[in-house]
């Protein structure tokens, strides 16, 4: 198994995705890239922590790459927005790519390079790829938000859904059975 660390946005939204693909075993709802130690939710959401939420996945290699990891991401969240993902707002939204080794750090930047050369989107890129420092795993009312909550909480369906609805399209080939559907 390995590891791989993304923040585009509201960790609920990656969480989502990322729990549907094949070869990802284990995802979970955190923090990190902050000066904060054991930081919660609500010091994460006054903005001052340095923090970024984040999903930790574990994924194993012989069924899904590292880049392939990277092609959902930059496919699922604006990789040119800086510190906001739709309203989401603060540098704990910001787009991040924490790298566990040198290997993964060069994977991330020329996964980086091709998708903005692809010209998936009109501005720049600002994806921030820094090294991993401690995770702190959030609450556990945030893991596995999404399906616990979807039709309790508009933000699901506002937000995320089309989110979801988005890889399932482009991606059906990463899907995990008993995932066709939100």
Not at 34 to 43: I, K, Q, R, T, V
Request: overall charge negative.
């Amino acid at each position: 198994m390995e590891i791989a660390v993304l923040g585009g946005g509201c960790f609920w939204c990656l969480d989502a995705v990322y729990r549907r693909i094949s070869g990802i075993d284990n995802v979970a709802s955190g923090y990190t890239g902050g000066n904060l130690e054991n930081p919660s939710y609500e010091d994460i959401c006054r903005g001052n922590t340095g923090h970024a939420e984040v999903v930790k996945t574990e994924y194993n290699p012989e069924k899904i790459s590292f880049e392939n990891i990277l092609e959902v991401f930059w496919n699922i969240h604006d990789p040119t927005a800086l510190n906001r993902q739709g309203n989401d707002t603060g540098t704990q939204y910001r787009s991040v790519i924490f790298y566990l080794n040198e290997d993964q750090k060069v994977r991330a930047e020329k996964s980086r390079q091709e998708a903005e050369a692809a010209g998936l989107y009109a501005n720049p890129f600002v994806t921030e790829i820094q090294p991993l420092g401690k995770f702190y795993e959030a609450e556990k009312y945030h893991q596995n938000y999404y399906d616990m909550n979807r039709m309790a909480n508009p933000y699901c369906m506002a937000v995320i859904d089309p989110k979801v609805k988005k890889f399932i399209q482009h991606f059906p080939d990463y899907l995990k059975d008993g995932f066709g559907g939100y």
